[in-house]
T-cell receptor, first 114, second 114 residues
Framework: NAGVTQTPKFQVLKTGQSMTLQCAQD?????MSWYRQDPGMGLRLIHY???????DQGEVPNGYNVSRSTTEDFPLRLLSAAPSQTSVYFC?????????????FGQGTRLTVV | AQSVTQPDIHITVSEGASLELRCNYS??????LFWYVQSPGQGLQLLLK??????LVQGIKGFEAEFKRSQSSFNLRKPSVHWSDAAEYFC????????????FGGGTRVLVKP
């Protein structure tokens, strides 16, 4: 049982490049989300999805796009990378919208933008 | 707006000594409360959670936390620390109503001395 799988684990981008961070879960969870982790700031919500075809913005959505064409996959796209997007990115999933269900996190993608 | 404060950025503790990590939250109503642990290079793992009932909750790896409504606190404790407990610990809160915002504190990094 793989849980939440993120690829790649590490990535270096040049300013202005675009890329997609992949996230897949095999638990048939409705709810998926993307966070970024920066020192001293904990994790901040970028975008989330409550089911296939439905996405919405979180706390820090600027510069990122998402889509949810299947229940399993929730890719995060950086449109034009900036040094301020250097961070560790985590994908998470949980069965439903209520937080009385456990969220499962991927192992993270460490992104450096130079 | 809801917020979570972890006052200690770093804590160093000797192996076998007790550990207490502080967490204070600001929220309109009692939220769901969580503690997560992040080992180096890993994703987040749920240690324990408080939804209702007994204010002292037990978690995995020998951790416990106590919810104190009057102090808006949810401090994490372990009686005897092991070297493998060296990690970063995050307190988080989420609304009781179905919602998508899990708010994290800034994290406390725990170093364990032999």
């Amino acid at each position: 049982n793989a849980g939440v799988t993120q690829t790649p684990k590490f990535q270096v981008l040049k300013t202005g490049q675009s890329m997609t961070l992949q996230c897949a879960q095999d638990m048939n969870h409705e709810y998926m989300s993307w966070y970024r982790q920066d020192p001293g700031m904990g994790l901040r919500l970028i975008h989330y999805s409550v089911g296939a075809g439905i996405t919405d913005q979180g706390e820090v959505p600027n510069g990122y796009n998402v889509s949810r064409s299947t229940t399993e996959d929730f890719p995060l796209r950086l449109l034009s990378a900036a040094p301020s997007q250097t961070s560790v990115y985590f994908c998470a999933s949980r069965p439903g919208q209520g937080w009385n269900t456990e969220a499962f996190f991927g192992q993270g993608t460490r992104l450096t933008v130079v | 707006a809801q917020s979570v404060t972890q006052p200690d950025i770093h804590i160093t503790v000797s192996e076998g000594a007790s550990l207490e990590l502080r967490c204070n939250y600001s929220y309109g109503a009692t939220p769901y409360l969580f503690w997560y642990v992040q080992s180096p290079g890993q994703g987040l793992q749920l240690l324990l959670k408080y939804f209702s009932g007994d204010t002292l909750v037990q978690g995995i790896k020998g951790f416990e936390a106590e919810f104190k409504r009057s102090q808006s606190s949810f401090n994490l404790r372990k009686p005897s620390v092991h070297w493998s407990d060296a990690a970063e610990y995050f307190c988080a809160v989420a609304p009781r109503a179905a919602g998508n915002k899990l708010t994290f504190g800034g994290g406390t990094r725990v170093l364990v001395k032999p």
